[in-house]
């Protein structure tokens, strides 16, 4: 018996049924250990020992493993075939072998780069050792990912209260957002005019020409700066005689783009398709470890983390294969295309992501998928065929047309493209962010000589406008260009942007927030080698050098913090007004924007006197006086000064009719509010009535009737049915929400508190009263099969991992193969002892069964992480070598042990 180790239960039983009897396919469920999150779990001190973490899932899953090895012959580990999957493998080798359980059996590493049975048994007849470079590449990666997360975020915590983290890739990331939009609020437009001729031929065919040189000097697109430079064209164009002064024809050809690397298909499919890069991600990772199709699990696509562009020779003779079926001779060229990666520190080695079999198509397996998987795999095979297909054939046409009145000329110019041959184009054009599509327009035939009709003369002005907000799509791009992480942290970078609230997605754009953009001028002003982007790829390129066996990984690691940890000492010790000092300077012209009379934007604008600064609270930054507490004015950071919500400019939206009093919109260091009277109204002592305005409503659209409806709340619904008590709806810290006999269940909406009746209202809290029964997340009873002779009931459930009978606390799992319809009382109750320990007959079974314990949480580190799958890995830990070959200890080990020689880590 041959014991196989995958990562995801998916992958496992696909892959046993490929093995058949021989083998015991197990799965790691991604990552077996971690590095806690906590000080010390790398110590830089005992030269970066790292100290690993089981938690109890994993433990679970790695006695199965242990177990099995008992009685197998040999360990085969089958984990996914890049850096993270021969970390699994090492991390799974290193606790067998301190179980004890491996003795002198055999250790061998196979990969493949799609989950199909040729595939598999092909990776079979190829084991190798465990790649030794390749895990000290990653040990080194998660060593500074950890070190950056757990040594630089707790001083942001410190000296930037509402900072969540800092990252080595995730900060660089931000970075780049955050530059855009200084570029963007700091551009200056230029005015510039453009001058179109609608014209036609002799024919009466129409076409547009653009003015390209006038009086002898060539005139670009941004040449023509102002108004009266462009009437005295068009003036000169009205009254000038048109003729055709050139006609030139170019053949073009347009060739088709490489198949999907992990960065382009994570932009076409967020171009194309909407999907955020994480979903695309998820969806992939379906796709290749199987799918349904006629009642077999089939793996549809390679591996979906690669730079690499090529795929195998026998892929793309069956790629022509299906062009020659499906389009015809004309579309397949007559030798086969081949890619090369051009991404900077490119280092995969593995296949570009295309289908497993070409001869799928979309159409034909579009029913055994969801609707997202089904658009993605389309994608991907479209892509795939193109690569393979013939260039298309463009003719792009040049006339110039000579304008001439009283001694004086001028030219415009029309371009446009004919195609002649649509060749890849049949089935797949790449989508561009940005594209101007003028050239694509057709222009009528045209002899030189040819008279030319004026139609109208048209001047436009324009204003040149700022560089784009990225889109993630843009940043994947960006990012790759750079050479900044990986292809599987993309994703997980782009989310932890997300989650830490340092961006947010506006119309697919990317906007930095206030607390974003103080993370990065923070960085920039004590940390900016960290953040600098040549920086972060020379320390990519180190790594990529670590596993091709050219660095040791060590020194990588000594270097880098000798450096780091000096920089850390040297902001430790400043105080937190020299912190806002260089943040009011780098930020000055976000945080103070110019006034329009002139006047210095950093006066107060209440008392006169005090200076404006950035101040440090509990939930963050706002801007105040310097005369605080005499002047208590405040805004939110990020508020233009008289803008909404400003101390010193509240909006009185009118009054309350139950109460007379004012309704004012305010606004405070936490955000924009409404306010129900005043001190002067209420008296002394008497507090006004406050409500925030909830998520989604901006204070521009406030008028007074939501206001009076806001500050209303709690609502009364109406009265429970069954307990006669009020039922009523209100607004809270964590959203909408409606209360019944102190039960509280969410609503989805602020606009349903305002709308929610009765019957909803008495559903909702059905609802949670039941979810709550049940316990969260319990699973259904499938049967129940009565009482058990102690009392209680016995049913059978379905659970995680199979149909389990469940008696109390008692948990016993139906053998493999069993049908849960066909489990007798006696059966049961066979099960139910067994797991607790004892006979049938004896009593009190329930209460010697073991508790299950809640597996413990552990807190993760803000440093960047490999993006999970399904299932999903844990934040990357150290791989290594195989039974008897690995590299470098991780341990206190002064020197690297030789490559090729199995790595352990430290105890």
Known sequence: MNVVVVESPAKAKTINKYLGRDYHVLASYGHVRDLPAKDGSVDPEQDFLMSWEVDPKSQKRLNDIAAAMKDADRLILATDPDREGEAISWHVL????????????????????????????????????????????????????????????????????????????????????????????????????????????????????RIAEFDGRKLARLDVKTEAQASEIKAFLEAAALAVASVEAKPQKRNPYAPFTTSTLQQEASRKLGFSASRTMQVAQRLYEGVDIGGETVGLITYMRTDGVQIAPEAVAATRKVIAAEYGDRYLPEKPRFYSTKAKNAQEAHEAIRPTELSRLPKHVARGMDPDQARLYELIWKRTVASQMESADFERTTVDITASTGGRKATLRATGSVMRFDGFLTLYTETKDDEDDEESRRLPAMQVGETIRRDRITTTQHFTEPPPRYTEATLVKKMEELGIGRPSTYAATLTTLSDRGYVVVDKKRLVPEDKGRLVTSFLKSFFDRYVEFDFTADLEEKLDRISAGELDWREVLREFWRDFSAAIAGVKDLRVSEVLDALNEMLAAHVFPARADGSDPRICPTCGSGKLSLKLGKYGAFVGCSNYPECRYTRQLGTAEGG????????????????????????????????????????????????????????ATIDLAKAIALLSLPREVGTHPETGKLITAGLGRYG?????????????????????????????????????????????????????????AITIRDGRYGAYVNWGKVNATLPKGTDPAGVSVEQALAMIAEKAGQSPSKKGAAKKAPAKKAPAKTAKADGETAPKKAPARKPAAAKTGAAKAATAKATTTKKAAPKKVPVKAAE
Not at 760 to 771: C, H, Q
Request: glycine share 10%; with cysteine.
């Open 94 to 209: 290193e606790v067998l072998q301190k179980k004890r359980v491996l003795k002198d059996k055999p250790v061998e590493r196979v990969v493949f780069n799609a989950i199909t049975k040729q595939s598999v048994l092909e990776a079979m007849k190829h084991p190798r050792q465990i790649d030794g470079p390749l895990v000290e590449a990653y040990l080194a990666r998660r060593a500074l990912d950890y070190l950056v997360g757990f040594t630089l975020s707790p001083v942001l915590w410190r000296k930037l209260p509402g900072a969540r983290s800092a990252g080595r890739v995730q900060s660089v990331a931000l970075r780049l957002v955050c530059d855009r939009e200084t570029e963007i609020e700091s551009f200056d437009p230029q005015e510039y005019w453009s001058i179109i001729a609608a014209l036609a031929t002799a024919a009466g065919d129409g076409f547009e020409a």
């Open 736 to 792: 909408p929400f409606i209360q019944h006999d102190g039960a509280y269940a969410n609503l989805d909406s602020i606009e349903e508190v305002f709308e929610v009746g009765i019957n909803r209202a008495v559903a909702a809290i059905a609802e949670k009263k039941d979810k709550a029964g049940r316990g969260r997340g319990a699973p259904a009873a499938l049967k129940s099969l009565g009482d058990h002779p102690d009392g209680g």
């Open 644 to 699: 909404e919500g400003e101390e010193s400019g509240d909006r009185t939206l009118g009054q309350d009719p139950a109460t007379g009093f004012d309704i004012v919109l305010k606004s405070g260091r936490f955000g924009p509010y409404l306010q129900l009277g005043d001190v002067a109204q209420l008296g002394e002592g008497e507090k006004p009535k406050r409500s925030s305005l909830p998520k989604g409503w901006s204070p």
